[in-house]
């Protein structure tokens, strides 16, 4: 099956500067993959997804880009504020969003 | 996107006993999940909750531990059965949005065993 590695588990950066995620993925026929955010006390939250016929997709100061032929696709946050801080979780599935396999989180903290 | 409502959001609960979790959603939706996520972990599936037969349980996870109903398009609830301190998650709901095909989660049912 799937198998979805992230990393930093943990990330700590100045408000301000950008974060970086980084998820590989092990399934080559594995073609959607979102990303969630997750705040302390609530359900994750679909912040950006991408599909393997796109290399990169933007929303305002979030961005994914995706390189298929290395299996690994990354989440990058500029400008970051004291509200991104939170866990983030990447994902992969082949098709839909039915069947994720999730990544271990990132702990992302933006500190002052 | 679907709003989801989870009851309990979170409960204490001692070894030996069972809980019901439910699961409301504001629109219909196809498909609905329950997920489970251990502290500090990422999120594993249970299984997909089936309307009106059997829900479809990934490898690990049994009906007679977690059995599930999904009486309708809109509700589904999960019991978790025969509680013990290793079942101490938050346990998520989670719809496949009707139109987007993104997947959307509540906001958990926190389970402490002791």
């Known amino acids: 099956g799937e198998n979805v590695e992230q990393h930093p588990s943990t990330l700590s950066v100045q408000e301000g500067d950008s974060a970086v995620i980084k998820c590989t993925y092990s399934?080559?026929?594995?073609?959607?993959f979102p990303w969630y955010k997750q705040e302390l006390g609530k359900g994750p939250q679909l912040i950006i997804d991408?599909?393997?016929?796109?290399g990169e997709k933007k929303d305002q100061r979030i961005a994914v880009t995706l390189n298929k032929t290395a299996k690994h696709f990354s989440l990058h946050i500029t400008e970051t504020q004291p509200e991104d801080s939170a866990v983030y979780f990447c994902?992969?599935?082949?098709?839909?969003?039915?069947?994720?396999?999730f990544g271990t989180g990132t702990r992302l903290q933006v500190t002052l | 996107s679907a709003v989801i409502s989870q009851k309990p959001s979170r409960d204490i609960c001692q070894r030996g006993t069972s809980l019901t979790i439910q699961c409301q959603v504001d629109s219909q939706v196809t498909m609905m999940f329950w997920y489970r996520q251990q502290p500090g972990q990422s999120l594993t599936l249970i299984a997909t909750a089936n309307q009106g037969s059997e829900a479809t349980y990934e490898s690990g996870f049994v009906i007679d531990k977690f059995p599930i109903s999904r009486p309708n398009l809109t509700f589904s609830t999960l019991t978790v059965s025969n509680m013990s301190p290793e079942d101490s998650s938050i346990y998520l709901c989670?719809?496949?949005?009707?139109?987007?095909?993104?997947?959307?989660f509540g906001e958990g049912s926190r389970l402490t065993v002791l």
């Open positions: 399934d080559s026929a594995s073609n959607y």
């Open positions: 994902a992969a599935s082949t098709g839909t969003a039915s069947k994720l396999t």
């Open positions: 989670s719809v496949l949005g009707l139109y987007t095909g993104e997947l959307f």
């Open positions: 991408i599909r393997s016929n796109v």
